[in-house]
């Protein structure tokens, strides 16, 4: 009897091993879903420098999902280091996104599979290059005809034209850049008090060194005070 009993159990065990067998054969719970890979970088070049002509920039990354799941893309992307949603539910890699000169740009992606499964890229930059940039700041100006050395600053006044906070004694002045062909020009300026000025000369892009020429005029615009070279170098 106890023989039989022990039979007996043994085949209700089969038969429960069976059934969870058939459970797992369809489908139901061993249902494999895969999610995107991270995404990848491919431009621009993290943490790079952007010369462009226009005023977009193509953000492009990778990311594969072995289901053949559609793309669906979260892009975060603004110039503050924690960027903001740009735009949601993005069905391709790329996405061409506005840019202003001068700025740094912060952007990363996640990605989404069929089942809202997110997988999340690496928070990545880059920096749009402004041809007056590097003409900004502190700067010491030598001037051999007073025998002199002072500081000044320059501030961008527009996208060619820097404003110079004390350009002779504590006057301001304008200098529009050209940088194709590398130089720049202070237009005759009436400083007040009989003073009249002008001056022009050679821009360096890498270094943002000026050098140039100048002629101070008092009373009258006819009569040169004095005359003589400025060199700007950045500090």
């Given at each position: 009897?106890?023989?039989?009993?022990?039979?007996?159990?043994?085949?209700?065990?089969?038969a429960g091993l069976a059934t969870?067998?058939?459970?797992?054969?369809?489908?139901?719970?061993?249902?494999?879903?895969?999610?995107?890979?991270?995404?990848?970088?491919?431009?621009?070049?993290?943490?790079?420098?952007?010369?462009?002509?226009?005023?977009?920039?193509?953000?492009?990354?990778?990311?594969?999902?072995?289901?053949?799941?559609?793309?669906?893309?979260?892009?975060?992307?603004?110039?503050?280091?924690?960027?903001?949603?740009?735009?949601?539910?993005?069905?391709?890699?790329?996405?061409?996104?506005?840019?202003?000169?001068?700025?740094?740009?912060?952007?990363?992606?996640?990605?989404?599979?069929?089942?809202?499964?997110?997988?999340?890229?690496?928070?990545?930059?880059?920096?749009?290059?402004?041809?007056?940039?590097?003409?900004?700041?502190?700067?010491?100006?030598?001037?051999?005809?007073?025998?002199?050395?002072?500081?000044?600053?320059?501030?961008?006044?527009?996208?060619?034209?820097?404003?110079?906070?004390?350009?002779?004694?504590?006057?301001?002045?304008?200098?529009?850049?050209?940088?194709?062909?590398?130089?720049?020009?202070?237009?005759?300026?009436?400083?007040?008090?009989?003073?009249?000025?002008?001056?022009?000369?050679?821009?360096?892009?890498?270094?943002?060194?000026?050098?140039?020429?100048?002629?101070?005029?008092?009373?009258?615009?006819?009569?040169?005070?004095?005359?003589?070279?400025?060199?700007?170098?950045?500090?």
């Open positions: 009897m106890k023989r039989k009993l022990i039979f007996f159990v043994m085949l209700i065990a089969f969870l067998q058939s459970c797992y054969k369809d489908g139901t719970i061993l249902a494999i879903h895969n999610t995107f890979t991270d995404p990848a970088l491919v431009a621009p070049v993290n943490a790079s420098t952007l010369h462009i002509t226009g005023t977009t920039v193509d953000l492009k990354w990778t990311s594969t999902n072995a289901d053949g799941d559609p793309v669906k893309a979260d892009v975060y992307f603004s110039n503050s280091s924690d960027p903001d949603l740009y735009k949601a539910n993005h069905n391709a890699l790329t996405l061409t996104v506005p840019v202003v000169l001068g700025q740094t740009y912060h952007w990363y992606v996640v990605m989404k599979d069929k089942n809202g499964i997110p997988t999340t890229s690496a928070t990545w930059s880059f920096t749009v290059f402004e041809p007056i940039g590097i003409f900004v700041g502190a700067y010491t100006v030598d001037e051999p005809a007073e025998g002199w050395t002072y500081p000044v600053h320059f501030t961008k006044f527009s996208d060619n034209v820097l404003k110079i906070d004390k350009y002779w004694a504590s006057w301001p002045g304008y200098f529009t850049l050209d940088f194709t062909a590398n130089t720049y020009s202070m237009p005759l300026t009436d400083f007040g008090g009989g003073y009249w000025g002008i001056e022009s000369g050679t821009i360096n892009q890498t270094t943002g060194k000026l050098t140039g020429t100048y002629t101070i005029y008092n009373p009258t615009i006819t009569t040169v005070n004095e005359t003589g070279t400025h060199t700007y170098t950045k500090n």
